[in-house]
Structure formats: C-alpha cells, structure tokens
C-alpha cells in the first residue's frame, strides 16, 4: 500500500495540528495503522497505532492525552489530531501500514511508510 502524509506546519506551543495519511488500494481496512515520528539526531519512535476496525489504539506514553488516532476506512485514510503541543513533538511524522492483529508500537513490524510531514512546535 502507498501511504501519503498531509497536514503538518509550524504551531505554537499549546496549539493544535491534524495530521491525515491516504492511503492508495483496496485493502486499507485489513491494515494496522501507525503513527511515528522522527526528531534530528534521535531514532524514530512510536506516537499512536489503530487496529483495523478501530477497536484498538496504543499511543505513547508521551503524547496520551494530547494526541488521538482514527480512522476512516470508507476514505482509505488515518489521522491524528495533536492538541497541546509542545516543542519536544517537534519531528517529522510518518505514517505507516501493518498487516498486524495488534496496534503494534513496534516500527519493524510496520511493512509501508509515508514520506513523512513536518510538525514544527515553537516555544
């Protein structure tokens, strides 16, 4: 599957940004979704995962409670809303496909990557 990323930009500390990633064929709604990110320097590390119907998100523990993932199959398309942010999420953004059970946290086990869109937090 090829996996398009949209919506980063530049954001003020305690904004909030919707990131959206498409997704091309006919087989997204068998996929585990993820969201990861990269900052300069560091590795790329993992933000959010949804299973295949929705039932299931994981996120991690530095963005719970600030950031949501969804899905909408119809639309062949994932998001993540980001509120509150802060500059530590500053990174590039990569969305990814799994054909996984579980909302994996793992980015090996993710298959297909986006080229990634930049979200800039300033403090």
């Known amino acids: 599957v090829q996996l398009q990323a949209s919506g980063g930009g530049l954001v003020q500390a305690g904004g909030s940004l919707g990131l959206s990633c498409t997704a091309s064929?006919?087989?997204?709604?068998?996929?585990?979704m993820g969201w990861f990110r990269q900052a300069p320097g560091k590795e790329r590390e993992f933000v959010a995962a949804?299973?295949?119907?929705?039932?299931?998100?994981n996120y991690a523990d530095s963005v719970k409670g600030r950031f949501t993932i969804s899905r909408d199959n119809a639309k062949n398309t994932v998001y993540l809303q980001m509120n509150n942010l802060k500059p530590e999420d500053t990174a590039i953004y990569y969305c990814?496909?799994?054909?996984?059970?579980?909302?994996?946290?793992?980015?090996?086990?993710?298959?297909?990557w986006g080229r990634g869109t930049q979200v800039t937090v300033s403090s």
């Open positions: 990814a496909a799994a054909r996984l059970v579980i909302a994996a946290t793992n980015p090996h086990l993710y298959h297909d």
């Open positions: 064929g006919r087989t997204f709604s068998f996929y585990v």
């Open positions: 949804i299973s295949s119907s929705s039932s299931t998100t």
